[in-house]
């Protein structure tokens, strides 16, 4: 009898530990319309649910990603279905930053909008999406989703120190924010948390269906919003100790947090 190798033995992920909910309001920040139902909506549904406050701000309106409808007529559209979509979920503020979709490109532009973001709403968590190289499983991510969510890493401190954007404290009237005690990456490949949303799944599929004319000009043959969440939040929940869990990286912008 031959001894298993340790590649030959089945591989067991390890086990994720529970978010930190003890929050009342959080600012999610992503790229496109869609990006938060694709994941993340489940979760936002469970915290509006607990009484806690989330706002949205997507990076661009997603004017890009309809093949078939021009970038002014999909603009309109895909801000229409994000509203409606947030709303699912127990969001009622939604803003567009208004970067052009599909070319978002790092800088200090990008970081001042969401700095101004982050000044205004005040959160002490910032949720954003996967920015790192690869989405888990190793699928390659996208160009707009990896400028979008290093920017908002980087504008979180931005929005603490009164130095940096100055001019938004003296024309805009926008205090220093540097109350946000961690962001969380939704989708990373290096989560090692993450929350129950059992309760809330079904919610986080209506959120992904509201975007009916996106969903319609991907051209996916057969596409199912409850299939496709499922496979991810049923392949996660048994490694929190649960039917459905949504994962995040934790990222601490403090010693203490």
Do not use: C
Request: hydrophobic fraction near 40%.
């Amino acid at each position: 009898m031959t001894t298993p190798t340790t590649s030959d033995r089945p591989h067991h992920p390890p086990p994720l530990q529970p978010l930190d909910e003890s929050w009342t309001t959080a600012l999610a920040v992503v790229a496109h319309p869609d990006d938060m139902e694709f994941g993340a909506a489940a979760a936002v549904a469970r915290w509006t649910g607990q009484g806690k406050t989330v706002r949205y701000a997507m990076v661009t309106s997603g004017e890009a990603g309809i093949d078939g409808m021009r970038p002014d007529e999909a603009r309109r559209v895909r801000e229409a279905e994000q509203i409606a979509s947030a709303r699912v979920v127990g969001v009622d503020d939604v803003e567009f930053l208004g970067f052009p979709d599909g070319v978002i490109e790092y800088g200090l532009p990008l970081r001042r909008a969401i700095a101004g973001a982050v000044r205004r709403h005040r959160p002490e968590v910032v949720i954003t999406g996967n920015y790192r190289e690869t989405f888990p499983g190793g699928m390659l991510n996208q160009a707009d989703h990896v400028a979008a969510g290093r920017a908002v890493v980087d504008a979180v401190r931005d929005a603490g120190n009164r130095w940096v954007f100055a001019d938004q404290l003296e024309g805009e009237g926008l205090e220093p924010w540097g109350g946000v005690r961690q962001v969380w990456v939704a989708g990373s490949p290096g989560a090692e948390h993450a929350v129950d949303v059992t309760a809330t799944f079904d919610a986080g599929v209506a959120s992904l269906r509201a975007h009916a004319a996106y969903l319609d000009g991907l051209g996916w043959e057969d596409f199912d919003p409850a299939e496709f969440l499922a496979r991810m939040t049923s392949d996660t929940g048994p490694r929190l100790g649960v039917a459905h869990a949504t994962a995040f990286e934790v990222l601490r912008m403090g010693w203490d947090d």
